[in-house]
């Protein structure tokens, strides 16, 4: 905090009644009592000093707000079929937004709204996975059709399972191919659920993880880089632990392993790996990767729906939540509610996407998809 330091000379010569000269010394203390009441209270509210978050830190909440959000109108979309699979994505320079129908992709312009494309893709309304590759130009989804890679520009299908050849196929049972889990920032590299690394461009297969106990696969993301890969996993479904696994990518050696109880909830990376986060006792906690340490436990403390969603931006600054209620906006420094989006689409809230490049956030599903820009956050 800002010193104020007030000379006062040794002699002063006052031409006024000496109860007069009280009174205004008397008003002149008040006056700096209260200016330093306020600027004490102002250096508390903003101290975001790093280091660990004690539990129950996340109570208070700060004032900041998001403009009007961008509404998307996507009345009889396939958004929603699986409620636990983010089935919009955005692409990693925020032009565009898609979205997908009974047989199509729907790509939509995301700085106006503005409809652009239909991308033909069988099955797509069932999709379980939905991520542009690289920049914007092509698209990764896997739905009732399989594996397709679609060509955003000729609106074709570049690459699929149905090409034969070993594409993107489950090395273990080659008649079926096994659902990606993660892309690599670039676009190039394709992680499945058996831990298979796919050439994105190809569909061949470039090298196999390898864990020995591993059954069930909640998370996965790759370094900024893409030299790392880490994975959240379980042996079974009733296991209590679930493990975080970091790979080298390059040559598939184990860099690190550790394991900690968490029951009942799903679990969940930030983008580039290096936290993730669950839901316990009705309160959310984020944990560091490296450190293996709890940072913060936030939430009211008043119960959450199940089906929840949430994210972390690629900053790794705030952890964005729904859970029935307002969409929540969590600083993970300070542990504070930055502020509470109430505005959300009418419908079911199926899924909570932030832009790559951390400029949006994309809340909703059928009937609408309520876009907001979080430059307001910074």
């Not at 007030?6 to 008040?30: M, N, S, Y």
């Not at 090395?171 to 298979?196: D, E, F, I």
């Not at 196999?208 to 379980?234: C, H, I």
């Not at 996407?353 to 907001?372: C, E, N, R, Y």
């Amino acid at each position: 905090m800002k010193r104020w330091n007030r000379e006062v000379p040794a002699q002063i010569t006052v031409a006024t009644k000496p109860t007069l000269r009280r009174g205004k010394q008397q008003a002149f203390l008040l006056i700096c009592t209260i200016t330093l009441t306020i600027l004490l209270a102002a250096c508390s509210d903003n101290n975001l000093s790093g280091g660990t978050i004690s539990p129950g830190a996340g109570k208070s909440k700060t004032t900041m707000t998001l403009q009007e959000p961008l509404v998307i109108k996507v009345t009889g979309s396939g958004i929603g079929v699986n409620p636990y699979v983010p089935t919009f994505a955005i692409s990693s320079d925020s032009k565009y937004l898609v979205y997908p129908k009974r047989d199509s992709l729907e790509l939509v312009e995301l700085g106006n709204g503005n409809w652009l494309a239909s991308l033909p893709t069988s099955g797509a309304n069932y999709a379980d996975f939905l991520s542009f590759l690289g920049q914007s130009s092509r698209l990764l989804v896997d739905g009732e059709g399989g594996v397709q890679v679609i060509d955003v520009a000729t609106r074709q299908k570049v690459l699929g399972y149905s090409d034969g050849g070993g594409i993107f196929e489950d090395s273990q049972n080659a008649s079926k191919q096994v659902a990606p889990l993660a892309t690599s920032s670039s676009g190039a590299v394709v992680l499945n659920y058996r831990l298979g690394l796919w050439d994105a461009r190809s569909g061949k297969l470039l090298g196999q993880l390898n864990r020995p106990g591993l059954k069930k696969v909640e998370s996965a993301a790759f370094s900024t880089d893409n030299s790392k890969v880490t994975v959240v996993w379980r042996t079974d479904d009733k296991d209590p632990k679930v493990y975080i696994t970091m790979w080298e990518v390059s040559n598939g050696n184990k860099l690190t392993e550790w394991s900690l109880d968490i029951t009942n909830s799903k679990v969940q990376l930030s983008p580039d790996g290096s936290l993730f986060f669950a839901k316990q006792d009705k309160v959310f906690s984020v944990w560091q990767v490296s450190s293996q340490q709890k940072l913060i436990e936030v939430g009211n403390g008043k119960g959450y729906a199940d089906s929840w969603r949430g994210s972390i931006t690629p900053d790794n600054r705030r952890l964005i939540i729904y859970d029935g209620g307002p969409v929540e906006v969590w600083d993970i420094l300070s542990g504070k509610l930055v502020t509470q989006l109430d505005k959300i689409p009418s419908g079911s809230t199926r899924s909570l996407t932030i832009s790559p490049d951390g400029k949006f956030l994309a809340v909703g599903g059928d009937p609408s998809i309520h876009v907001w820009p979080l430059e307001g956050l910074k």
